[in-house]
């Protein structure tokens, strides 16, 4: 077994952001619940809060319309309509010490105009809500998170519940730092970071999760295959156990979590992690977003997939230090119908 991966020091830190961004996917069905943990966010890091509506209605660019200038007419009233809707959720979110901003542009892509936004403000924090959804709005919705988690180079909190956090919300980070599928190890860190600072914000309790991948599909999967007496498989099982829990210590130990805190769970990730967040009450949980193809983008494979889809909790996604989204902060079809109002 090798020694712990160097660890990555100069990973951002969430605080340095001067805003939490809220990208709303429909003004008529918005949760004010995640609305107000987002507020809650904002205020304990110090943060401006911005709602944020990339929209778009694909009858208002009917070639009839267009050519008569209605179009463009169109345009405008439903970005200032859909403008007056934030503000109206903006006046309940304001109090002393939290500043509150509206902005809503006119784009049919919504997810690459969020990251736009994203690297426009350099936000702390990308916030979706992922709930109350109809069949054809969660199929819409679902497209655009999978965009996100791909495309956003910030770290992104996905509100899947809504009840509001309590007074001292449980933060679980979900580590592997034996880095399965050649993933970076400086992500652990990353994972760390945003879920220490979240936690810390929201005055939490810091977890550690870490799902060890049983020794007997260990051994399977070794290129080393061959036959060794019993005693020696036993040695080389124990030896696995202490050096995957050791590397799990140590990130514990760097973050001041406490081994009551630290959970090493023998299994797959995609059933332990859903079954250790339903035994106890967990408000969020933090993973990371890998790279999965020859040209680094960050792809959704089967287990994020089948997480996201199984965790009955908020999820905080972070990226490996370093990463770079495709998307540019201007947009190369922007048109003469663009239209931005911000509040």
């Known amino acids: 077994m090798s020694g712990p991966p160097k660890i990555e020091t100069n990973v951002p830190r969430i605080s340095s952001g001067k805003c939490v961004l809220f990208a709303?996917?429909?003004?008529?069905?918005?949760?004010?619940?995640?609305?107000?943990?987002?507020a809650r966010l904002a205020g304990a890091l110090g943060a401006e809060l911005e709602?944020?509506?990339r929209g778009f209605d694909p009858d208002l660019?009917?070639?009839?319309?267009?050519?008569?200038?209605?179009g463009e007419e169109g345009i405008r009233a439903f970005v200032e309509n859909r403008q007056k809707q934030l503000w109206s959720l903006a006046e309940d979110l304001r109090k002393p010490g939290l500043s509150v901003r509206t902005r809503v542009e006119w784009d049919c892509r919504p997810a690459e105009g969020i990251v736009r936004e994203v690297l426009h403000k350099q936000p702390a924090l990308l916030i979706v809500e992922s709930f109350r959804k109809s069949p054809a709005e969660g199929l819409l919705f679902a497209q655009t998170l999978h965009k996100l988690i791909e495309l956003c180079p910030c770290p992104l909190l996905i509100v899947?519940?809504?009840s509001a956090y309590p007074a001292n919300p449980r933060v679980v980070a979900a580590v592997d730092p034996m880095h399965a599928h050649a993933k970076p190890a400086a992500l652990d860190t990353a994972i760390l970071k945003a879920a220490s600072e979240v936690s810390e914000a929201l005055e939490g309790e810091l977890h550690l999760f870490h799902a060890r991948v049983p020794w007997a599909i260990v051994s399977h999967?070794?290129?080393a295959v061959r036959w060794v007496p019993d005693v020696a498989k036993d040695e080389a099982q124990v030896t696995y156990e202490?050096?995957?829990l050791a590397r799990v210590t140590d990130l514990a130990r760097r973050y001041n979590i406490p081994s009551l805190c630290t959970h090493v769970v023998d299994g797959d990730v995609t059933d332990c992690l859903p079954s250790y967040l339903g035994a106890d009450p967990v408000q969020i949980v933090a993973m990371g977003a890998l790279s999965r193809s020859f040209l680094a983008r960050i792809l959704i494979g089967n287990t994020a997939r089948r997480l996201l889809d199984d965790l009955d909790c908020d999820v905080l996604v972070?990226?490996?230090?370093?990463?770079r989204t495709p998307v540019t902060l201007r947009d190369p079809m922007e048109h003469e119908t663009d239209q931005t109002v911000p509040g």
Do not use: C, E, M, N
């Not at 709303?24 to 987002?38: N, Q, V, Y």
């Not at 660019?61 to 209605?70: D, E, K």
């Open 318 to 323: 972070v990226k490996p230090p370093g990463f």
């Open 160 to 162: 899947r519940r809504a």
């Open 221 to 223: 999967q070794s290129r």
């Open 242 to 244: 202490h050096v995957v």
């Open 51 to 53: 709602l944020f509506y």
């Open 61 to 70: 660019l009917h070639p009839s319309r267009l050519s008569s200038g209605s």
């Open 24 to 38: 709303i996917t429909s003004p008529d069905g918005i949760s004010r619940s995640a609305l107000r943990k987002a």
